[in-house]
């Protein structure tokens, strides 16, 4: 059973930075597309990026020049970098595995089978 556990969450004001990290354990890490999303209470869990087996990227819009997906195969962890945070990134962050080998479908929750427990960001105006 793959465990995906995520790290580096806080409070930031806006305009700050923080780096989001996920370890994962028992998952053939470097070889599957893996992907980081958002949630607020009450809504609905959104994408917010992805990366595949060769490192190739892709970050929503609202995020995009902002945060930077990117991953270290030697230390299986995947990494959130956000820069520039705005009050209305304030979520909680989860980190997703998939078994597919790219992430043409890595926008959609059920892409992904194994999910970390989520770390909060909160960023204050």
């Known amino acids: 059973q793959a465990q995906l556990v995520e790290s580096g969450g806080g409070s930031v004001q806006a305009g700050g930075s923080l780096r989001l990290s996920c370890a994962a354990s028992h998952y053939p890490y470097s070889s599957r597309c893996m992907g980081w999303f958002r949630q607020a209470p009450g809504k609905e869990r959104e994408w917010v990026a992805t990366?595949?087996?060769?490192?190739?990227?892709r970050h929503a819009d609202s995020v995009k020049g902002r945060f930077t997906i990117s991953k270290e195969n030697a230390k299986k962890t995947l990494y959130l970098h956000m820069n520039s945070l705005k009050p209305e990134d304030t979520d909680m962050y989860y980190c997703a595995a998939s078994w597919s080998l790219d992430c043409n479908g890595g926008r959609r929750l059920g892409a992904y089978t194994y999910w970390g427990q989520g770390t909060q960001v909160t960023v204050s105006s």
């Open positions: 990366i595949d087996s060769d490192g190739g990227a």
